[in-house]
């Protein structure tokens, strides 16, 4: 139960905001004179899907909407179309949490890496229709397979150092409700 707790709950909402500012802070750091030829991965992105996959409670509607306008505007994006896929993605996998939780961990990535992939497309496709350079494709798919990849990664860091577990099936928070 003091897992459940407001608390805990509300630590863990400022420690998701606590390290999108981290990861802000050395995604912006200079540390290269040319450009990169290979892109890395969406760190942020691969924590907010493991987070709402594994405990949505954790990462609200507002604090993803946020989080990722603030990323579209300092990584200049077009601002709040990326922002507005990985709300949608997210909420959409908390919505397929219950089941997924059910299932191993193959069955999450497998999911986190779906949602990822379409919401890559679609933000692709809306940024052709608007007629904005997109970039190389092969620097997007390079990212998303990073970000596929580095996803276990996050999971396991985020249960082993954070303790963002899986709900079990039948756990309530505080006020009752199943997570």
Do not use: C
């Amino acid at each position: 139960m003091a897992d459940n707790s407001p608390a805990r709950l509300w630590t863990m909402r400022a420690t998701y905001f606590g390290l999108a500012l981290v990861i802000f802070f050395f995604h912006l750091l200079p540390l290269q004179i040319m450009p990169s030829r290979i892109a890395g991965p969406d760190v942020l992105t691969a924590l907010t899907f493991a987070w709402a996959l594994r405990r949505p409670d954790y990462v609200p509607m507002l604090s993803v909407a946020g989080v990722m306008l603030l990323a579209d505007f300092l990584f200049h994006r077009p601002p709040g179309l990326w922002a507005l896929l990985v709300l949608l993605a997210s909420e959409w996998l908390k919505v397929r949490g219950r089941q997924v939780r059910e299932n191993t961990f193959a069955a999450e990535w497998i999911t986190a890496a779906t949602g990822l992939f379409v919401i890559t497309v679609i933000y692709r496709v809306i940024l052709a229709v608007l007629i904005v350079t997109p970039g190389m494709l092969s620097l997007w798919v390079m990212q998303y397979g990073m970000t596929v990849a580095i996803y276990p990664l996050i999971a396991a860091v985020s249960y082993l150092a954070l303790g963002v577990r899986r709900s079990a099936p039948g756990e309530y928070d505080h006020t009752g409700r199943p997570l």
